[in-house]
């Protein structure tokens, strides 16, 4: 998978590890898919993932009730389906264990805790210079710990909602008093029993939020800023 470094590549600082093949940013469903057709083609690669575990975005930072939103059949990966017994609508817990077999079957080994600090392309050379840092604590170690991965091919996996955004709203810091979540870092209604909860927005997460806070006697309302 990894050699020494070509002559003609420039050496980094710090250690430099040279890939005869793809580099993966991402270990979430469409990296773990590339690395299988990969593996499947007899290309050597590396996946590496900021967090501790394979799809950190399903496993961390989805709400307890999520299911797929659309068939299975269009959300399977590449080469391995669901299995038969799965309902139309996989929950959140069966995608990810099911995405933990997919990586178990085709033998997918991400490099765990390692954040990219930067992926440059070298026209000198015609390579990529990927700089990586080990994750401690959730945030990128020392200087000590930087690698660098030098490849022909980057593939980034990192996915659409990898970074929560936040709107700005005038006064929500100095004039509310109560919680202010991100769907993201919603789990399940039960601690809002009882209370009033203001939802904003109407999208996917947003609706079953609300659904999820009614079922659990809390009383949501929803702003839309659309008509």
């Known amino acids: 998978m990894a050699s020494l470094v070509p002559d003609n590549v420039p050496l980094f600082a710090g250690r430099s590890v040279w890939v005869n093949g793809p580099v993966i940013v991402g270990a979430g469903p469409s990296g773990l898919a590339t690395g299988a057709c990969l593996r499947q083609q007899g290309v050597p690669f590396v996946i590496l993932e900021k967090a501790d575990c394979i799809a950190s ?57 390692t954040c990219v600090v930067s992926a ?54 100095e004039q509310f008093a109560g919680k202010v979540i991100h769907a993201s870092e919603y789990k399940c209604g039960e601690e809002y029993r009882g209370k009033k909860v203001l939802v904003v927005g109407c999208g996917n997460s947003g609706m079953e939020v609300s659904l999820d806070l009614s079922d659990f006697k809390a009383e949501p309302a929803m702003v839309v800023r659309d008509s």
């Not at 930072?61 to 939103?69: M, N």
């Not at 210079?129 to 170690?141: C, I, K, P």
Request: charge should be negative.
């Open 57 to 113: 975005l399903w496993q961390r930072r989805t709400y307890d009730r999520l299911k797929l939103h659309l068939p299975k059949r269009f959300c399977q990966l590449p080469r391995m389906p669901f299995p038969d017994h799965y309902p139309q609508y996989p929950s959140k817990k069966q995608f990810v264990d099911y995405l933990e077999r997919y990586a178990d079957h085709f033998h997918l080994e991400p490099t765990f805790s």
């Open 120 to 173: 440059i392309h070298d026209d000198t050379c015609g390579f990529w210079r990927v700089r990586t840092s080990r994750v401690q604590d959730g945030s990128a170690a020392d200087a000590g710990s930087e690698m660098e991965y030098i490849c022909r091919w980057l593939v980034v996996a990192t996915g659409e909602n990898a970074e929560k955004v936040v709107p700005e709203i005038e006064g929500m810091e």
